[in-house]
């Protein structure tokens, strides 16, 4: 009999769609036969999820839940933006949030925890979900921050914590009252969901992603027939003005249009610890939403 592992599991997952406890249920019952696990899921009534798998799902919600010092953010995709003003839909995703706040962010630890006052896993109600509603449905990531502050932030929600694009900011201060911290974070919120930062100093860009913006624009420079010091230059210079793109400190303020963020925070007596960004479909095999 060939060993279960995570892999082998996560393999029939994405190839059927079903829950994480079910596809491992159906390995055990078939040595690990990914062939034979599907055929077993599909004929314990589980065909529903496992027809419905191989379509794109890149709609649906992200949401978040919170208490003092920790946040929890989870994006649930759908393949139409209609299930996302199903109530049943929204109350899951919530209850997902709400979960991730309590277990952590790892996905599969997530879909093996019950859902409060359900009784059953978040992998059995999302394979339920799935029969009911009729369309593929996946948990597709999750953050948790902690910190002295979590602030959050939701882009366009169709309820409190519901929306298409979520942020979470961890902040601590220096002689700041929590309440000024929290409304600082919730503006920080606001910011990032508009700004797209990648990194929150210069020391935390991707290292492959800045060569290549290096290489574009030492080509673009070479272009204007300059001598090669000067193209030097000339790329520098433009991997500064990149930087105040991609760099969550070197950005300037949207509140005002003139500060950059670092000086914010240095008035605010606060220091930026972490923040994360979930833009729904992003991706995952669409573009961004304007402002995502």
Same mark, same amino acid.
């Given at each position: 009999?060939?060993?279960?592992?995570?892999?082998?599991?996560?393999?029939?997952?994405?190839?059927?769609?079903?829950?994480?406890?079910?596809?491992?249920?159906?390995?055990?019952?078939?040595?690990?036969?990914?062939?034979?696990?599907?055929?077993?899921?599909?004929?314990? #009534? !589980?065909? *529903?999820? /496992?027809? =419905?798998? +191989? &379509? %794109? $799902?890149?709609? #649906? !919600?992200? *949401?978040? /839940?919170? =208490?003092? +010092? &920790? %946040? $929890?953010?989870?994006?649930?995709? *759908?393949?139409?933006?209609?299930?996302? &003003?199903?109530?049943?839909?929204?109350?899951?995703?919530?209850?997902?949030?709400?979960?991730?706040?309590?277990?952590?962010?790892?996905?599969?630890?997530?879909?093996?925890?019950?859902?409060?006052?359900?009784?059953?896993?978040?992998?059995?109600?999302?394979?339920?979900?799935?029969?009911?509603?009729?369309?593929?449905?996946?948990?597709?990531?999750?953050?948790?921050?902690?910190?002295?502050?979590?602030?959050?932030?939701?882009?366009?929600?169709?309820?409190?914590?519901?929306?298409?694009?979520?942020?979470?900011?961890?902040?601590?201060?220096?002689?700041?009252?929590?309440?000024?911290?929290?409304?600082?974070?919730?503006?920080?919120?606001?910011?990032?969901?508009?700004?797209?930062?990648?990194?929150?100093?210069?020391?935390?860009?991707?290292?492959?992603?800045?060569?290549?913006?290096?290489?574009?624009?030492?080509?673009?420079?070479?272009?204007?027939?300059?001598?090669?010091?000067?193209?030097?230059?000339?790329?520098?210079?433009?991997?500064?003005?990149?930087?105040?793109?991609?760099?969550?400190?070197?950005?300037?303020?949207?509140?005002?249009?003139?500060?950059?963020?670092?000086?914010?925070?240095?008035?605010?007596?606060?220091?930026?610890?972490?923040?994360?960004?979930?833009?729904?479909?992003?991706?995952?095999?669409?573009?961004?939403?304007?402002?995502?």
């Amino acid at each position: 009999m060939a060993e279960i592992t995570a892999a082998l599991v996560r393999e029939l997952r994405e190839k059927t769609g079903a829950g994480m406890m079910d596809c491992k249920r159906a390995l055990s019952e078939t040595a690990g036969d990914i062939e034979a696990a599907t055929d077993w899921l599909r004929k314990k #009534g !589980l065909a *529903a999820a /496992a027809k =419905r798998a +191989g &379509r %794109a $799902a890149s709609e #649906g !919600l992200v *949401a978040i /839940a919170s =208490r003092p +010092g &920790r %946040a $929890a953010m989870v994006e649930v995709n *759908a393949e139409t933006d209609f299930v996302a &003003r199903n109530q049943t839909f929204q109350d899951f995703v919530a209850g997902v949030a709400a979960v991730a706040l309590e277990f952590g962010q790892d996905v599969e630890a997530i879909l093996a925890a019950p859902l409060p006052g359900l009784g059953r896993t978040v992998s059995e109600e999302l394979s339920r979900l799935v029969a009911t509603i009729g369309e593929n449905l996946t948990l597709r990531r999750a953050r948790v921050l902690s910190a002295p502050v979590v602030a959050s932030y939701m882009h366009a929600a169709l309820r409190p914590g519901l929306g298409r694009i979520g942020v979470l900011v961890a902040l601590e201060g220096v002689g700041t009252e929590a309440e000024a911290l929290v409304e600082l974070g919730r503006q920080m919120g606001m910011h990032i969901a508009a700004s797209r930062p990648e990194a929150i100093e210069i020391g935390g860009v991707d290292p492959a992603a800045l060569e290549r913006e290096r290489s574009v624009l030492a080509e673009q420079a070479r272009a204007s027939g300059k001598p090669e010091e000067i193209v030097a230059r000339m790329v520098e210079g433009r991997i500064r003005k990149y930087y105040e793109e991609v760099v969550l400190l070197e950005q300037v303020w949207v509140h005002d249009g003139e500060s950059r963020v670092a000086a914010i925070l240095t008035k605010a007596g606060a220091r930026l610890l972490g923040f994360a960004r979930f833009a729904l479909g992003e991706g995952a095999g669409k573009a961004a939403p304007p402002g995502g």
